[in-house]
């Protein structure tokens, strides 16, 4: 599984959720661009992070690697 196949669910878990990337930014402490930039694959996003991504959107950790 690579950080792509991540980023790719994260960003559908979110819009899902009906969540945008400025309130997920916000919740991880990022601003908007540093967040887009893990979605788009960028950059990874780190454990605590899609924990807290997670928990924001009620999801269940392991659909995101699922």
């Keep these: 599984m690579d950080d792509r196949y991540i980023s790719e669910r994260i960003r559908a878990l979110r819009?899902?959720?009906g969540l945008s990337q400025q309130e997920i930014a916000a919740e991880l402490n990022l601003c908007q661009s540093a967040y887009s930039r893990?979605?788009?694959g960028d950059r990874?996003?780190?454990a605590g992070e899609v924990?807290?991504?997670a928990r924001r959107?009620?999801?269940d950790i392991r659909k995101i690697f699922g």
Aim: glycine fraction near 6%.
């Design 15 to 17: 819009e899902e959720a």
């Design 38 to 40: 893990r979605e788009t």
């Design 44 to 46: 990874t996003f780190s």
């Design 51 to 53: 924990w807290a991504i």
């Design 57 to 59: 959107t009620g999801t």
